[in-house]
């Protein structure tokens, strides 16, 4: 390999959580040391532990701490880092950080600024990718003014449509419009958030697709004009909106759909001058059908299932493309290997209709063993602030096909604890079990649809009359499932003993 142009040796991660201790990570296997900063509600988190140097940001809220470019950039100077990683949400887009980085005279470890211009707004995004032949969902072309230049649209368009912020992301604030009467509460709804949420009260709307697949493919560009993509991820398992399961790659994608879409990612980067670590997204009515949807200018939550089926550390990718390495690798010597699953542990109380819910973790046991991988940054004794993201873990598990990688999840899922908080975890026990995902024969309407025929059956099957929450059912059917074969039963029993204990040692103290 080349001899980088720059060797970056100290990094700021302007981040928290499971990504900040990640990174931390790469960089300790690379030689580079690590700063973390850490706000007040993070005095005992993880990655402030795990930095070789760590800087206190004063405050809680992300506005005031992890949000704070004046703040991030003196701990940058303090520090004396050469380079800053971004991680994924809080500043991660934002071109105007970037800028500043550079400006302080650190390299910023993502695309360059005007890269983030052209793909963070959605509107301009899907403009462009219209100018070089990259097929978008038909929809607006310019921020919408009002309710009669929306119903003008939506009579060209036709319904169902689906309106967003340009500035969108996360999942949030999206809205699906499905007749005329709806348009002008559902504009405005949309408006209001946009500006709450993203400050940018720019909308848009296109196409809503029924039944669709979120297949999105991970890009690497060098500052040379080489760029790869390293297949397809496929997240079409989701609720509201938010991706809960990922894999790769997908069941839905032959080879040459693979190649196409693939080719159409490499296209989309190139047009916006793309350097670094992104992902093109894409929304599938089908395989043959895929359609930009956004790109995300950052490294993302799920690219570990990218690192299981390519080999590559992306972080150390990130860094060094940052440095001004070259690619050494071409698109056709690239083979994705075997198969790869991650499912995100949220600390979300399902009683709540998946409230989040923050707690001290009393006991926990990871899973582990052959081809698992755990990301986070709990340790027991922790406490999860409530000021930040819901997602506190991904188990990631890696097999040589689909099947063994379902049955890998299933099995590290069954050795995961987590004492004192609510989890997602119950969710994913479900979902490995549910025929239609292991065939693989699912839309992003899987647990929305799902969620309907187990309430419909939970009923049928003698339930009260009364309408019982996704998580009453939920936890009748993993307990049912628990208890259909004498040996699980058995491990069942010494589950609940463990929780009963941990319940008697707390009423104790
Ligand atoms: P991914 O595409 O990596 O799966 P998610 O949509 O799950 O990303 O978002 C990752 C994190 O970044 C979440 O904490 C999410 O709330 C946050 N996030 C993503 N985009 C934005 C945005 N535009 N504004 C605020 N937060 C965002
Ligand atoms: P975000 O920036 O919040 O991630 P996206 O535009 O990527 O927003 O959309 C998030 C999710 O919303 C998609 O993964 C998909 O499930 C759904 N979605 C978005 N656009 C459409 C559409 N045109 N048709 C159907 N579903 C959509
Ligand atoms: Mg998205």
Not at 27 to 52: C, G, K
Not at 72 to 85: E, M, P, R
Not at 198 to 223: K, M, S, T, W
Not at 276 to 298: H, L, Q, V, W
Request: net charge negative.
């Amino acid at each position: 390999m080349a001899t980088p142009a720059v060797k970056i040796k100290r990094v700021l991660i302007a981040n928290r959580g499971e990504i900040a201790v990640r990174i931390i990570r790469t960089l300790r296997e690379m030689n580079i040391e690590s700063v973390a900063v850490y706000s007040d509600a993070d005095f005992d988190s993880q990655h402030r532990y795990l930095a070789d140097y760590a800087v206190r940001l004063p405050g809680t809220a992300s506005a005031d701490t992890y949000l704070q470019i004046p703040k991030l950039l003196a701990a940058i100077v303090s520090s004396g880092a050469d380079a800053v990683h971004p991680g994924y949400g809080f500043l991660s887009e934002s071109s105007e950080f970037a800028r500043q980085v550079s400006e302080a005279g650190a390299i910023f470890i993502g695309p360059p600024p005007a890269a983030m211009d052209r793909m963070g707004n959605k509107i301009h995004a899907r403009n462009l990718m219209t100018q070089h032949g990259v097929p978008v969902v038909p929809g607006a072309q310019a921020p919408l003014r009002d309710a009669a230049e929306l119903k003008k649209l939506a009579h060209e368009i036709g319904y169902p449509l689906i309106l967003k912020a340009a500035g969108g992301g996360g999942g949030r604030g999206m809205r699906v419009v499905r007749q005329d009467s709806e348009l002008e509460a559902a504009l405005s709804a949309c408006q209001r958030e946009a500006v709450a949420y993203f400050g940018n009260p720019e909308v848009f709307c296109e196409r809503y697709i029924e039944r669709p697949r979120h297949i999105e493919f991970q890009v690497l560009f060098d500052a040379h004009g080489n760029g790869v993509h390293l297949f397809e991820r496929d997240c079409s398992v989701q609720r509201r909106h938010q991706k809960l399961f990922e894999e790769a790659p997908s069941l839905y994608l032959n080879e040459k759909q693979r190649a196409d879409i693939g080719a159409k990612a490499v296209a989309a980067a190139r047009a916006a001058g793309y350097v670094n670590a992104g992902t093109i997204e894409f929304i599938c009515e089908s395989p043959d059908k895929a359609y930009f949807m956004e790109m995300n200018t950052r490294i993302q939550v799920e690219h570990p299932v990218t690192e299981m089926i390519t080999g590559l550390d992306l972080i150390a990718w990130q860094i060094r493309v940052a440095q001004g390495e070259v690619l050494p690798f071409k698109q056709s010597e690239l083979r994705p290997h075997g198969w790869a699953l991650e499912a995100r542990i949220n600390a979300e109380d399902p009683a709540l209709d998946f409230a989040p819910a923050a707690g001290t973790v009393h006991a926990m046991n990871l899973p582990g063993g052959p081809f698992v991988r755990v990301d986070t940054h709990l340790y027991p004794g922790y406490r999860i602030p409530d000021a930040y993201d819901s997602m506190v873990a991904k188990v990631i598990v890696w097999a040589n096909t689909r099947p063994e990688a379902l049955k890998r999840m299933q099995r590290a899922l069954s050795e995961l604890r987590l004492e004192g908080v609510q989890t997602t975890a119950p969710f994913h026990e479900a979902l490995l079990a549910l025929p239609a995902f292991r065939e693989g024969d699912f839309t992003t309407k899987l647990i929305e649809e799902q969620a309907e025929y187990w309430r419909k059956s939970f009923r049928e099957s003698g339930g009260d009359g009364d309408e019982p929450t996704l998580a009453a059912v939920l936890g009748v059917l993993t307990a049912s499932q628990q208890s259909a074969t004498p040996s699980v039963e058995s491990a069942q029993s010494t589950r609940t003993s463990l929780w009963n204990d941990t319940a008697r040692r707390e009423g104790l103290e």
